[in-house]
């Protein structure tokens, strides 16, 4: 079955940086392109970031932008968030996704768009 499992959450300071990986198994990883999102209590899923299958397109959102970086191991069935100088507004439980409808560089951004998802990793950013 697919497995899609998120690691590299943890507490961290304003402005600090974490790195979040997803280790896929069950399906051909390097025909799905790859999606971040978060979701905070009591608010919607957001996406955060995705990556093309081929790892030739990357788009993240306005919030993010200029912070956050998308990445794909498609060796290693693994993709990465990395994400820099922090903010509050950023504490979320962060899920990757996998999307096996997008072809070529194109890149989804709503939820309901991906077929298989992660347990989540919870990110806090702290003062």
């Known amino acids: 079955q697919v497995q899609l499992v998120e690691s590299g959450g943890g507490l961290v300071q304003a402005g600090g940086s974490l790195r979040l990986s997803c280790a896929a198994s069950?399906?051909?990883?390097?025909?799905?392109?790859m999606g971040w999102f978060r979701q905070a209590p009591g608010k919607e899923r957001e996406f955060v970031g995705a990556?093309?299958?081929?790892?030739?397109?990357?788009h993240c959102a306005d919030s993010v932008e200029g912070r956050f970086t998308v990445s794909r191991d498609n060796a290693k069935n693994t993709v990465y968030l990395q994400m820099s100088s922090l903010k509050l507004e950023d504490t979320a439980v962060y899920y990757c996704?996998?999307?096996?409808?997008?072809?070529?560089?194109?890149?989804?951004?709503?939820?309901?768009?991906?077929?298989?998802w992660g347990q989540g990793t919870q990110v806090t950013v702290s003062l």
């Open positions: 996704a996998a999307d096996r409808t997008a072809s070529g560089s194109s890149i989804h951004t709503k939820h309901w768009e991906y077929d298989y």
């Open positions: 990556i093309s299958w081929s790892g030739l397109w990357t």
């Open positions: 069950g399906l051909s990883f390097s025909n799905y392109a």
